[in-house]
């Protein structure tokens, strides 16, 4: 009660109950040069966004991370496919569903062609059905064979751009919330290097399976109808600077909160969502850009400086 009548020690106990701590984390680019006074503590107001989970506290600082990590990225050489357990065709033999004759057709049909997988010559040439060779390929695989499905029907993370789910012909078939899990349908082979990139990138676990070529072909065919405005396609491309330039426009007109990035195949996708406030409930509104890289893509080149400092170019936004 003493204290409290001395104005003098109001501060002090003020600041004892509400130590001023920033209400955001700290920046996580080393060279951050913002100033830190308690003053702009005090009046500060939030405009930071994450970047692959690291909170970076001002446009500037998220520019140059992006650039960095884009970089990186377009760096990369893609994934080398493991070789399968067993060849499709020694497998079925084994199977009892074909004989050593009919692949060897099978092969010679596909030598000939120079296009298209062993399983689509087995069912050409008339030696096994489609359903056969899907269980055949669950089985090299060693995941589930997925029913027929609605891909507009699952309520997943996020939407994956259809460039990407049509390079790999997959489908997302199954997401289960209470284990954050998405599962993926595959009509061909299984790219454990996509799903552990879109893992990253939807921030959720990944679990493969196989379905029926002709059917993922057909649901791509029809999304192909639809209007997908979030997605946003450059290139081919290799320029980074170029790409730099694109991705700071972007993230300046639409201030993401948060940004995710990764390399799948030959594509670098950003994933910017955006915080927005619609009738007392929070809700995020995603844009996904989505660079095709071109099949001679370079090494990557040194430092960038970030956009505002470049010579000003056309707004590609």
């Keep these: 009660m003493n204290d409290f009548l001395k104005p003098s ?7 004892k109950r509400h130590p001023l701590e920033s209400s955001e984390p700290p920046c996580a680019l080393v060279s951050c040069s913002r100033p830190r006074s308690l003053w702009q503590r005090l009046r500060h107001r939030p405009e ?3 970047l692959q989970g690291l909170f970076y506290c001002q446009p500037q600082c998220l520019e140059t991370a992006l650039i960095g990590q884009l970089s990186r990225l377009r760096g990369m050489a893609p994934s080398a496919q493991p070789p399968n357990r067993i060849p ?6 084994a199977r009892g569903q074909l004989t050593y004759q009919e ?3 099978a092969l010679e049909a596909q030598r000939r062609a120079r296009h298209g997988k062993i399983g689509e010559w087995i069912e050409k040439l008339g030696f096994a059905s489609e359903q056969e060779v899907t269980t055949a390929l669950a089985l090299q695989w060693g995941c589930p064979v997925a029913s027929s499905f609605d891909p507009s029907t699952i ?8 460039s990407i789910l049509d390079a790999f012909q997959m489908l997302p078939f199954n997401y289960v919330a209470s284990t954050n899990t998405l599962c993926l349908a595959f009509g061909e082979r299984v790219d454990h ?14 679990q493969p399976c196989v379905a029926e070529r002709k059917s993922i072909a057909r ?3 029809s999304m192909r109808q639809l209007s997908r405005p979030s997605d946003v396609e450059f290139g081919p491309m290799n320029d980074l600077a170029e790409m730099a330039r694109i991705a700071s426009s972007y993230t300046a007109r639409l201030t ?5 990035l990764g390399r799948i195949g030959r594509f670098i996708w950003l994933r910017l969502e955006v915080g927005t406030k619609l009738r007392s409930q929070r809700r995020s509104i995603t844009t996904n850009l989505v660079f095709r890289l071109s099949a001679d893509s370079p090494h990557p080149l040194p430092f960038i400086r970030p956009a505002r400092q470049l010579e000003s170019t056309p707004s590609h936004v």
């Design 9 to 15: 020690t109001w501060p002090a106990n003020w600041l």
């Design 48 to 50: 930071g966004a994450f």
């Design 88 to 93: 499709l065709g020694l497998l079925m033999v």
């Design 103 to 105: 692949v060897r057709a």
């Design 155 to 162: 309520h997943s993370p996020g939407r994956i751009p259809l």
């Design 193 to 206: 290097a996509a799903l552990y990139a879109i893992e990253k990138i939807l921030d959720c676990r990944t």
């Design 219 to 221: 649901q791509l065919e």
């Design 256 to 260: 993401p909160q948060q940004v995710r």
